[in-house]
Structures are given as C-alpha cells and as structure tokens.
C-alpha cells in the first residue's frame, strides 16, 4: 500500500493453492490497515486475517469496531477469504463502514475498500458518502475446481485528507493530554481513547480492600496485543484488592507503542531484548525472563501470577488467586494454581466455588511460590530444545506436584490466529469455554489438601453407580442429566497418550476436551454433564481403578470411526460457510450485475 510514493504497508503471504496437507500455508487472506486522516501517510493500525478460517471475521470487525471516529480504513482480501466471512458479520462491516459489500466474490477474486469511519463530514443518512473507494477482480477463468491464484488487482485514488483534528478539547491535566497524544498517534483502543467516558485504568479509584498478602501479577507480551494489555489492567485494577496489586509488563523487543501506554496506566514496562531465533526459543526465552524479572521486582513477594496477554479476566481474578494462595502455603504438593481448566464448558462447569487437584502444567493465568519459581528458572527448557516451555515442565518437572484449577475458568482465551490457537480452535473450544462473571466469590477450600481429596475422591468412587457402556456413547447419554448421583466410568487407558481411544471417544461425545488428556488426576477425571457429577477413571493405571475388567469400556475400530466425525457436540452451535465458484455467464447482463457465481454451503465439521 502506498501513500505519496511511499510504502506505508507490505505483507508477504503465500497461497496454499493445492489445499493438502497441513494449514501452514494461506488460503484466504484479508488485510486491513488504519491511515490518519489528517496524514495518510501515517499507519495507526494494522492487522492481518486468516478469514478462511472461522472466527477470523469476528477478529477483523472487532479492530474495525475499535477505531476511532474519522479514520481512513483500508481493507483487501483475496483469495479465499469469504468462505467464513458470515452474513451477520458483512452486515456489521456495512453498518460500520458504509460499504455496499456485496461480496458475491469467486474464488481467486480480490476485493479493495477505502472508508471513513462514522465520517461527520456528510450528513448521518448519507452512510455511502463514508466510502471512499470499494471494488472488485473478477477472474475469467471459470474454473469450477477450488484451485485458483489471487487476482491481481492495482488501483489508484486520489484523498483529499482532512485537518490534523485535535482528538479532545484542550485540557490542562496532564494525564488526559498525554492520553490524547497517544490516541492521535495510535489506534485500537476503543473507549480508553474516547473523550467524553474513557476507560478507567486508575487504581485509586477502585476497590481498597486488603489483600492477605501482596501478588505481584506480571503481563507477558509480545506488543501486538496491547488493546487486550489495557483490559487486562483495567480488570484488574477493577478487581478487589486491585489497589494492593503490582502490575509489570514484559515486552518482547523494543516497542515504543508499548512503553508509552505503559506510562499512561501507571505500570512499570520491562523490554526484553530477545536472543531467540525460532518462534519456540522467542516465546520460551520471554516467559522465562517475565518470571525472572517479576522475582526480581519484587524481593518480598512470595508468590507471583504469570498472565498472557491474549487472555479476558474475570472479575474475581484477583481475589481467586488470593485466597488459593493459603492453600499453597500449607500443602507444599500444590506447584501450580491456574486460572483456566481445559474440560471446562458450559454444561460441564456450574460451581464458581469449587477448585480440583490435578497433574498439569501452568497455561492461561497462574501462580507459583517464589521457591518453585527459582527452582523452574534453574531447570528450564534448554535453548536449543525443541519443546514449548510448558510441555517442558510437564513432562520433566510436574512428576508428582499438583495443580489446582477451577471448576469455573477465570480467564478466557480471545482470538485466534496466534502460534498454537487457530481460528477453528478457538470457536471449536476456546470460545465456548465460560467465564466466572461473579465479582466476589468465596471458594470451598475444606478438604482441598492432597490427603483429604485423595480419602473424598475414593469415598465417592466406592459410592458411585458404575456405567456400562453397552452402546455408543455419541448415540446415547450414558447417564441422566440434573442427577444429584454420582456416577463412574472405566476406560482402557495406559498414561497420556490414550493408545486405545477409549477417552477420545468419551470426549468427542460427551462434549470434553479431545485434543489431549488434560486436568486428570492420578488419570482419573472429576467432571460434570449438565449438572450431574460423574468420573472418568482410566485403568488399569490410576489407583482409583477398582472396577472389574469387565466394566472397563475399550472402543471398537467402529467406535472410534463414529467418534471421529462426530461434531455435534453439547452445546457446539453448528457454523455454516459458503464456497463460491464464477462460472460461464449466459449473457453479458448476467456478467455485468456478476451474478454468475455457484454457491456450496459447507458446515463446521463436516
């Protein structure tokens, strides 16, 4: 993209055009960037979506949802980028930007928008005269195969570009002057940047109840996500005992985006100057230095909570960490306190009290002791190793340590698009993950202490009604909903690696997590099905395994198979796309209003 000659925007993508084997490359791609109108030389904003993925659209709408009135927004996609672009999220772009978007687009075909933001130039029902420029690459090479390059596509447009505006009326507080000076330089931060109601960061204002003791919590980023970083705050210093609750943000590589809103909410900004070379050794060489850093910050500090920055809090985050934290200090089995559970869903997860012990690793929010955190620090995952620093620690340093996690998530994963989510994972599982939305929630610690949970476990195991699975467990419910018995099944399961499928099978029908044997517990699983509590217990290797081998559920080859492709999951809504082909018009007319275009609706998981 050029602006006066000038490259103000370049992105290099490569096309997958023979859709085999793994999505490492692009199919469909959809690029925005955020000029200033008083200079349109000047990038505000940009951001890159893999729209042929689900969930990418809902991204792209809300960078577009958090700009700031008057911004020239340009848009292109191309090649294969509609397919997930769903109706309701045309119509919101529309509302936004003005746009026709008639997007009748062909595979191979590229589309171009340049808008003005909510203009106040023109009158308010004169939404078109907002675009400044929309059009289309139509391809003529009607090739009904999914095989087809982008178009390429070359425009050229004149801008008469408006004043350099003052964002908000003069003020003498220096704060909100700084805060203006940001918000003209950069964008995406939706209401902390409005003049009238801006977003609250000021931790004076908030909740000035005492803590038991003071948690440092320390945002790991990586600087692209700091609209997310200024939530997190803010939630925070929303939170009880916000106020007692230091805040460091570590930033990877130099970012002056990052050290200048750092400054404004009044955290203290670290830049990690990154020696890693592959995305692995990055992303492993900055948790290791947040932590260590957050250590050393804070010498009296004697527990510390790890946060990423793609992460929404919920408001008793603060207080959920402070109260596991006398649990910690009292049963020295607990490594580890996350935020976040994997098999957590929402007819799975009903008790915001509740915690449960397993062996995991730390993920999406959590809180060590300054003594574990050291010995973590002296035995990290070596540079050149190829493993992710939390797989490192569960498979060399957890052994027989625990982790305590909630019934009820404390955080919840946003977007897609990053290292290890994709925009499929995120609306097949992230996204459907709850959030705790009580604000001040006291949890049941009695007999959470690794000798009474073991005693309690057993005690409900002897007592609970064992399921015979006799017929497929996707083709019927192994047990009653909104039963207040307990119920057990025994599955075929040596360690982690789930060699028989018995627990992928459960998971895929039962609506658990099925990417992995995640929040067991000595390879027994505590769970809910809408309401009714029941445990998965895999045998012969978990000490829990008392049941017969005669009730132990092994799949069969066409157990397994229906699994496989079975996605209707409890409480999955079932996502439609559009596959879209140009084909040979029968006159020019039908060419013209390109009306010539197939249609093949396709549906998430099939």
Same mark, same amino acid.
């Given at each position: 993209?050029?602006?006066?000659?000038?490259?103000?925007?370049?992105?290099?993508?490569?096309?997958?055009?023979?859709?085999?084997?793994?999505?490492?490359?692009?199919?469909?791609?959809?690029?925005?960037?955020?000029?200033?109108?008083?200079?349109?030389?000047?990038?505000?904003?940009?951001?890159?979506?893999?729209?042929?993925?689900?969930?990418?659209?809902?991204?792209?709408?809300?960078?577009?949802?958090?700009?700031?009135?008057?911004?020239?927004?340009?848009?292109?996609?191309?090649?294969?980028?509609?397919?997930?672009?769903?109706?309701?999220?045309?119509?919101?772009?529309?509302?936004?930007?003005?746009?026709?978007?008639?997007?009748?687009?062909?595979?191979?075909?590229?589309?171009?928008?340049?808008?003005?933001?909510?203009?106040?130039?023109?009158?308010?029902?004169?939404?078109?005269?907002?675009?400044?420029?929309?059009?289309?690459?139509?391809?003529?090479? =009607?090739?009904?195969?999914?095989?087809?390059?982008?178009?390429?596509?070359?425009?050229?447009?004149?801008?008469?570009?408006?004043?350099?505006?003052?964002?908000?009326?003069?003020?003498?507080?220096?704060?909100?002057?700084?805060?203006?000076?940001?918000?003209?330089?950069?964008?995406?931060?939706?209401?902390?940047?409005?003049?009238?109601?801006?977003?609250?960061?000021?931790?004076?204002?908030?909740?000035?109840?005492?803590?038991?003791?003071?948690?440092?919590?320390?945002?790991?980023?990586?600087?692209?996500?700091?609209?997310?970083?200024?939530?997190?705050?803010?939630?925070?210093?929303?939170?009880?005992?916000?106020?007692?609750?230091?805040?460091?943000?570590?930033?990877?590589?130099?970012?002056?985006?990052?050290?200048?809103?750092?400054?404004?909410?009044?955290?203290?900004?670290?830049?990690?100057?990154?020696?890693?070379?592959?995305?692995?050794?990055?992303?492993?060489?900055?948790?290791?230095?947040?932590?260590?850093?957050?250590?050393?910050?804070?010498?009296?500090?004697?527990?510390?909570?790890?946060?990423?920055?793609?992460?929404?809090?919920?408001?008793?985050?603060?207080?959920?960490?402070?109260?596991?934290?006398?649990?910690?200090?009292?049963?020295?089995?607990?490594?580890?306190?996350?935020?976040? $559970? =994997?098999?957590?869903?929402?007819?799975?997860?009903?008790?915001?009290?509740?915690?449960?012990?397993?062996?995991?690793?730390?993920?999406?929010?959590? %809180?060590?002791?300054?003594?574990?955190?050291?010995?973590?620090?002296?035995?990290?995952?070596?540079?050149? %190793?190829?493993?992710?620093?939390?797989?490192?620690?569960?498979?060399?340093?957890?052994?027989?340590?625990?982790?305590?996690?909630?019934?009820?998530?404390?955080?919840?994963?946003?977007?897609?698009?990053?290292?290890?989510?994709?925009?499929?994972?995120?609306?097949?599982?992230?996204?459907?993950?709850?959030?705790?939305?009580?604000?001040?929630?006291?949890?049941?610690?009695?007999?959470?202490?690794?000798?009474?949970?073991?005693?309690?476990?057993?005690?409900?195991?002897?007592?609970? $009604?064992?399921?015979?699975?006799?017929?497929?467990?996707?083709?019927?419910?192994?047990?009653?909903?909104?039963?207040?018995?307990?119920?057990?099944?025994?599955?075929?399961?040596?360690?982690?690696?789930?060699?028989?499928?018995?627990?992928?099978?459960?998971?895929?029908?039962?609506?658990?997590?099925?990417?992995?044997?995640?929040?067991?517990?000595?390879?027994?699983?505590?769970?809910?099905?809408?309401?009714?509590?029941?445990?998965?217990?895999?045998?012969?290797?978990?000490?829990?395994?008392?049941?017969?081998?005669?009730?132990?559920?092994?799949?069969?080859?066409?157990?397994?198979?229906?699994?496989?492709?079975?996605?209707?999951?409890?409480?999955?809504?079932?996502?439609?796309? %559009?596959?879209?082909? $140009?084909?040979?018009?029968?006159?020019?007319?039908?060419?013209?209003?390109?009306?010539?275009? =197939? =249609?093949?609706?396709?549906?998430?998981?099939?």
């Amino acid at each position: 993209l050029f602006v006066n000659g000038n490259t103000v925007f370049s992105q290099n993508v490569t096309f997958n055009q023979n859709f085999t084997g793994r999505d490492d490359k692009i199919r469909g791609f959809a690029a925005v960037v955020v000029l200033h109108e008083g200079d349109p030389g000047q990038v505000l904003a940009r951001g890159s979506f893999n729209t042929y993925f689900i969930a990418e659209d809902k991204s792209l709408l809300k960078l577009i949802r958090s700009l700031q009135d008057g911004r020239i927004v340009v848009i292109l996609g191309a090649p294969k980028f509609l397919i997930w672009f769903r109706a309701a999220e045309v119509e919101k772009l529309r509302g936004l930007l003005g746009c026709e978007a008639d997007l009748d687009l062909g595979t191979g075909e590229s589309w171009a928008l340049v808008a003005v933001k909510n203009s106040t130039r023109r009158a308010a029902d004169e939404k078109r005269a907002q675009v400044l420029y929309e059009g289309y690459s139509i391809t003529r090479s =009607y090739k009904t195969s999914q095989v087809a390059a982008p178009q390429n596509f070359n425009i050229q447009l004149m801008i008469k570009h408006e004043p350099r505006r003052q964002h908000c009326p003069a003020s003498t507080n220096e704060i909100v002057r700084r805060r203006a000076q940001f918000c003209d330089k950069y964008e995406g931060f939706g209401d902390f940047c409005d003049c009238h109601q801006p977003l609250n960061t000021d931790a004076s204002l908030q909740d000035k109840s005492l803590p038991r003791e003071e948690i440092p919590v320390t945002i790991v980023s990586g600087g692209k996500r700091l609209p997310q970083v200024l939530r997190q705050v803010s939630s925070i210093r929303a939170n009880k005992f916000g106020l007692y609750t230091p805040l460091l943000l570590c930033i990877d590589g130099p970012n002056q985006q990052a050290t200048t809103l750092a400054q404004l909410m009044n955290v203290t900004a670290l830049t990690h100057l990154n020696k890693g070379i592959t995305s692995r050794q990055k992303i492993n060489e900055h948790v290791k230095f947040s932590l260590n850093m957050s250590l050393q910050l804070h010498p009296q500090a004697n527990k510390f909570i790890i946060l990423e920055d793609d992460l929404r809090l919920a408001p008793d985050f603060v207080s959920y960490f402070q109260q596991l934290s006398i649990l910690m200090d009292y049963d020295d089995t607990v490594l580890f306190a996350n935020a976040y $559970r =994997y098999n957590a869903y929402p007819h799975t997860s009903q008790d915001p009290t509740a915690i449960i012990r397993a062996q995991a690793y730390p993920f999406y929010g959590w %809180m060590v002791k300054r003594k574990d955190a050291l010995w973590l620090l002296e035995n990290w995952a070596p540079f050149d %190793m190829v493993s992710d620093w939390d797989m490192y620690i569960k498979i060399y340093l957890v052994k027989r340590r625990r982790t305590i996690l909630p019934e009820v998530p404390r955080t919840k994963h946003e977007g897609g698009g990053g290292v290890h989510v994709t925009g499929i994972s995120q609306e097949r599982e992230y996204g459907r993950r709850p959030l705790n939305h009580l604000s001040d929630v006291e949890l049941d610690l009695k007999r959470t202490w690794d000798l009474a949970y073991n005693l309690d476990q057993m005690i409900a195991i002897d007592r609970a $009604r064992v399921v015979n699975i006799s017929q497929h467990p996707c083709h019927f419910e192994p047990f009653p909903r909104n039963s207040n018995e307990t119920y057990v099944i025994y599955i075929t399961a040596v360690g982690d690696v789930d060699d028989d499928q018995s627990f992928l099978v459960l998971a895929r029908c039962l609506g658990l997590f099925d990417y992995g044997m995640q929040d067991h517990y000595e390879m027994t699983f505590r769970l809910r099905y809408y309401g009714t509590p029941f445990y998965i217990i895999c045998c012969p290797v978990s000490p829990f395994c008392v049941g017969p081998n005669s009730t132990w559920y092994t799949p069969t080859a066409d157990d397994i198979k229906i699994a496989l492709t079975w996605f209707n999951k409890p409480g999955m809504e079932r996502q439609t796309g %559009m596959m879209r082909w $140009r084909s040979q018009p029968s006159d020019p007319e039908e060419e013209f209003l390109r009306d010539n275009v =197939y =249609y093949l609706p396709i549906h998430y998981g099939s």
